[in-house]
């Protein structure tokens, strides 16, 4: 029996376009990513079976063939039972299910983002991490030189569905972003409860944040650890680039 123990860093989406559509209905981007200090845990046991999850985001997260690790075994052919510790807010785009599923690919070897990014769009980019430009649906991620950056995330108490908040972009004829974000708008069609945040969020700080993807993180950039006694209803996370 041999144990492993790794780390599946979050992601951070600093600038999102959207370019075009592909046909089979897939969004192009362009967009910024960056790796994150924030992370999961994973045991790996190559001699056991199946999916367990702890952690003070293990609640809604799925251990069962739906989870994105269990994909990621069935791509890379191995076998080994997994335990998640999951550290990584749930819902708020920082792509934690894509961060798990890169880290089993890597604990296997795998290499191929292109062919990675059929677990799910996130999962090439979490799969070479650093900071990237990422482009296609996805799965094509270009290497950039690292930056040492520190951020804050501010993660609501709310969900943006990432397909509704693509078919809200197409229905307000596919709006740019003055933020950087071309999803903005449409998130906030989605769920107008997000403007309320950023609001709080300017408020609070006096500065205007940024969307983080589809959402529903916004975030800053600096250490505002402070914030958290001022919004005590949402999640207030510092973290940092990593390489």
């Known amino acids: ?23 089979d209905g897939y969004h192009l981007i362009d967009a910024e990513m960056v790796t994150l200090s924030l992370h999961d845990r994973l045991r790996i046991d190559s001699a056991g079976g199946g999916i367990s999850v702890t952690g003070p985001y293990a609640d809604g997260v799925p251990a069962d063939t739906t ?3 269990h994909r ?3 791509l890379s052919g191995a076998e080994a ?7 990584i807010p749930n819902g708020g785009g920082l792509g934690g299910g894509s961060a798990d599923a890169a880290a089993v690919l890597r604990w296997a070897g795998w290499t191929d983002a292109e062919r990675a990014a059929t677990i799910g769009a996130d999962v090439a980019f979490c799969l070479v991490g650093g900071r990237a430009r990422v482009t296609g649906a ?3 991620v270009e290497p950039l030189p690292f930056e040492e950056r520190s951020y804050t995330l501010i993660i609501p108490p709310l969900y943006c569905p ?6 809200a972009w197409d229905e307000l004829g ?3 972003g003055g933020n950087g974000n071309d999803l903005e708008a449409a998130a906030l069609a989605v769920v107008p409860d997000m403007e309320w945040w950023r609001d709080r969020i300017i408020d609070a700080s006096g500065q205007s944040p940024r969307l983080a993807g589809s959402g529903s993180t916004w975030f800053l ?5 402070d914030l958290q006694a001022k919004m005590p209803a949402a999640t207030v996370v510092v973290t940092h680039t990593v390489a």
């Open 221 to 225: 950039e600096g250490e505002l650890p």
């Open 1 to 23: 029996m041999t144990i492993t123990v790794v780390e599946a860093h979050a992601k951070l989406t600093l600038s999102l376009r959207i370019t075009g559509l592909r046909e």
């Open 67 to 69: 989870n994105l690790v």
């Open 138 to 140: 996805g799965e094509q």
């Open 72 to 74: 990621s075994l069935l």
């Open 174 to 176: 596919g709006p740019q």
């Open 81 to 87: 039972g997994i335990h998640l510790e999951k550290n």
């Open 162 to 167: 990432t397909p509704a908040v693509y078919r």
